[in-house]
């Protein structure tokens, strides 16, 4: 049982592996400059988007403790008021 399912990831590995070099190869067939383009661009952009997304998980955290605060205070607010009954 363990053996067949490392001979199905080994299998799964060396394909994709392949099909990468092939689709390597077939990028820089059509376009060499273009290649270089996405070898650059595409880290860039990684690294650009996880240090955006850690901003706005910070920007979240910040606006959820004001709207906490904003809460308790119109909470003690409503609390304080007299209920009027008829």
Known sequence: LVGDQVTLNVNVFLRSLVQAIGVLIFMF?????????????????????????????????????KLASGNSVSEAAISSMPTVRA
């Open 29 to 65: 067939i059509v376009s060499w400059q273009l290649s270089i383009l996405a070898f650059i661009s595409v880290p860039a952009i990684t690294l650009l988007s996880k240090w955006y997304g850690q901003f706005i998980r910070k920007l979240t955290k910040v606006m959820q403790t």
